[in-house]
Each structure stands twice: as structure tokens, then as C-alpha cells.
């Protein structure tokens, strides 16, 4: 296509593509005749025909302005997740590819371990991180105070029903129910199937005689880890085993 030209960033997942200044479409039609049309004389006695339409005139380009797009395909590498080690080296957060390139190229992060693979920036390129640590020590909420979800307490309690072990149709319980007072907090929410949920229904733990398998405490911060990033790269495994 005429005006239009296609570069190749050096990347198979990226194009650029620059388009025309403004104002480069097609130049309009003229109608016939030096632009004045003409009526066709009839002879005389002939009756007059049907009038041909005239036809329409081709639309010219939009006018646009001069501007470079950039396009990328989402990334081929195993994860585009990034474990980030707090100035202590301990695990305390996962954050995305770009996050981590942000906090690399501003120097407040150094690389721990690179992954596979390449990023690609205009006039530079370096290798894909996989483990970032804080120069400047970050502080970490405690663990009480760490927002309670669903997929956290899954994780907690290894996504297992605390009162006969099952691992399907998980749901939350309240070890105290909330009609006798029972609070919405970690020390007492477990995972819990849903037929051991109906079984235990609003009574208390000795009066259905279920007491959860584990006591029910705040979660580590690598679970949080394991809940926002669910596929656990294999480089990982050392430094989460380590902290829990």
C-alpha cells in the first residue's frame, strides 16, 4: 500500500508501523468535462429517458496525522511474573515483567536470577528477570493485618478441607459461626468441603464434633506468593521453601 511503511522492531512479536502524514489520501475525482456537467440535447419528437445516476465520487483518505504504532503479542516465556526479594532477601511480593524492568532500570532493584528469554526496548535490549531483590528495605504488613480472600485461605490450608481432608468443592467456614459471635478473621475461617460445610451448619465445633485438622493462624507471605502467581517457577521453589 502506497505511503505506508512497515518496519520490523528486530523482535517477532513486535511491528512498527508508520503511517502518512496528514492530509496524503488519494486525490479526489473530477467529474467529466473540465468539472461542468452538460446536459445531452434530444432530437426532437423522441421522448426523454430515465437519467443515469451519476457515479458517486470516490471518498479521499482520511486525513491523519503522523504517528508511529507499536504492537506487541504477549510474551512466549514460561511466567511473566517476577519474584521480588525484599532488601533482607526474604520473599515478600510478585509483581509483573514490566514492574520489574520499571524497578531495574531506576536502580532500585538488582537482579538475584535471570530467566529465559530477552527484553527488547528501542535501542536496547537485556535478559528477562526472573528474581529481583530491593536495594532499599520495603516494610512488610503483618500478617494479621494481610487482607483475607477466599484463594488465600485455600492456599493456607494446601487447599485441603480441614475437617475430612477432601479436596473438591472447596468453600470457607467459620470454625465459630457467626450467629454465636464468631469474627471474620484468619485465626478462625478454615477451607472446608461443602458437604462437611452443610454437615457442621451454624453449630460449634464440639456440638458437631468437627475441630479443624490444623489451628487456624495467619498465613506466611509466601502464600500470597503462591496466590498471585499459581504456577511456581522452578527457581522459585529455594527461595520460598527457605522462608517458610
Sequence with gaps: MAGVRVLHTGEPSATVVTLPPRGAGSPPVQPRGGGHATARQRRPGTKAGPAKAAAPAKAAAPATTAETVVSAAPATAPSSHVLVLNATYEPIHVCGIK???????????????????????????MPRPAIIRLRTYAPVPRRSRRRLTRRAVFARDDWTCQYCGDHRDLTVDHVIPRSKGGSSEWENIVACCSSCNRRKADRLPHQARMFPRTTPRPPHPSVFIQVACPRIPPSWDAWLQSAA
Design 99 to 125: 514492574r520489574a524492568a520499571v524497578l531495574l532500570l531506576k536502580e532500585k532493584a538488582e537482579v538475584i536470577e535471570n530467566g529465559e528469554g530477552e527484553l527488547h526496548a528501542e535501542h536496547t535490549a
